[in-house]
């Protein structure tokens, strides 16, 4: 019943940053939990970055200090802020989200984010 859609993925150099965001459209977003995993070929899906209905926010020790994720209520959207990026961040990004009082999970389709030189 709800769809996230991602965007703002590409290709940067290394140092670089980019900005992806997270929409989906229903009445109540800010009862939300939103998550950022990130997947690259062969590789396991790993949760990058969370944030609850109530603001609170967790990342991967990997991106800590680098990435942002927030969340803007009015807009229904969810962020993540990349900043120094690294050629290990390539994969492709998903959004994650499920009403605080729910059970199911919703998935996006994913944004590819290439870091090369």
Same mark, same amino acid.
């Given at each position: 019943?709800?769809?996230?859609? /991602?965007?703002?993925?590409?290709?940067?150099?290394?140092?670089?940053?980019? #900005?992806?965001? &997270?929409?989906?459209?229903?009445?109540?977003?800010?009862?939300?939990?939103? $998550?950022?995993?990130?997947?690259?070929?062969?590789?396991? #899906? /790993?949760?990058?970055?969370?944030?609850?209905?109530?603001? @609170?926010?967790?990342?991967v020790d990997s991106v800590k200090g680098?990435? @942002?994720?927030?969340? $803007?209520?009015?807009?229904?959207?969810? $962020?993540?802020?990349?900043?120094?990026?690294?050629? /290990? $961040?390539?994969?492709?990004?998903? &959004?994650?989200? #499920?009403?605080?009082?729910?059970?199911?999970?919703?998935?996006?389709?994913?944004?590819?984010?290439?870091?090369?030189?």
């Amino acid at each position: 019943q709800v769809q996230p859609v /991602e965007s703002g993925g590409g290709l940067v150099q290394p140092g670089g940053s980019l #900005r992806l965001s &997270c929409a989906f459209s229903t009445n109540i977003f800010s009862l939300y939990n939103v $998550d950022w995993y990130r997947q690259a070929p062969g590789k396991q #899906r /790993e949760l990058v970055a969370s944030i609850t209905s109530g603001g @609170t926010t967790n990342y991967v020790d990997s991106v800590k200090g680098r990435f @942002t994720i927030s969340r $803007d209520n009015a807009k229904n959207t969810v $962020d993540l802020q990349m900043n120094s990026l690294k050629l /290990e $961040d390539t994969a492709v990004y998903y &959004c994650r989200a #499920r009403n605080k009082f729910g059970s199911t999970w919703y998935w996006g389709q994913g944004t590819q984010v290439t870091v090369s030189s």
